[in-house]
């Protein structure tokens, strides 16, 4: 008897509580939001074929209006810029940016994560500490200039306040 119960009991765990514990249902949504209809073997199949260009075009460093015409605005700045690429650019160098660059090393792991995370705190702190000696200097220096209005008016007020008394011993 005590074998068929924990066998049942056994069993009732697997069906129902492990089942729940490794394949977790989720939340009921709540009552005002619509459900979409899903999509259909054409439509999933442009959806992974969209997905799978973006993908690939994300390892190319510099993502443009080639690879996302949907993002770009057609402007005639974009006409300007394509024609100024057009153009030898050894007068005007492009750097990449600081967010390139992380995302660049990102992709190469932690082992060029870490060198590239190490140079933008760097930067930052260089920009940070000059910015604090600045501002320490330009302190420092209207400390002096009032400290010398001081001086300079307990000065006169010495001399004027020997002037009068002078005068009146004469």
């Known amino acids: ?20 514990i490794a394949f977790p249902s989720s ?13 259909t073997w054409h439509e999933r199949w442009l959806v992974l074929k969209e997905a799978s260009r973006l993908y690939g ?10 690879l ?9 700045d974009d006409v300007n810029a394509r024609e100024d690429a057009n153009q030898p650019t050894a007068d005007k160098p492009k750097e990449p940016s600081v967010l390139e660059d992380l995302a660049v090393a990102a992709r190469g792991g932690m082992e060029t994560l ?3 995370l190490q140079r933008v705190y760097m930067t930052r702190a260089s920009a940070y500490r000059d910015g604090l ?5 330009g302190y420092q220096e209207g400390i002096q200039q009032v400290m010398e209005k001081k001086d300079g008016s307990k000065t006169q007020a010495q001399q004027e306040g020997n002037d009068p008394k002078n005068s009146t011993s004469v």
Do not use: Q, T
């Open 133 to 137: 000696k600045s501002f320490i200097e």
């Open 114 to 116: 870490r060198p590239a």
């Open 27 to 39: 939340l009921p949504d709540p009552p005002h939001i619509k459900k979409r209809r899903k999509l």
């Open 1 to 20: 008897m005590k074998v068929k119960v924990v066998c049942r009991k056994v069993y009732d765990y697997i069906r129902y509580d492990l089942k729940e």
């Open 68 to 76: 996302r015409p949907n993002d770009y605005k057609k402007d005639n």
């Open 57 to 66: 075009a994300s390892w190319v460093r510099d993502i443009g209006p080639d």
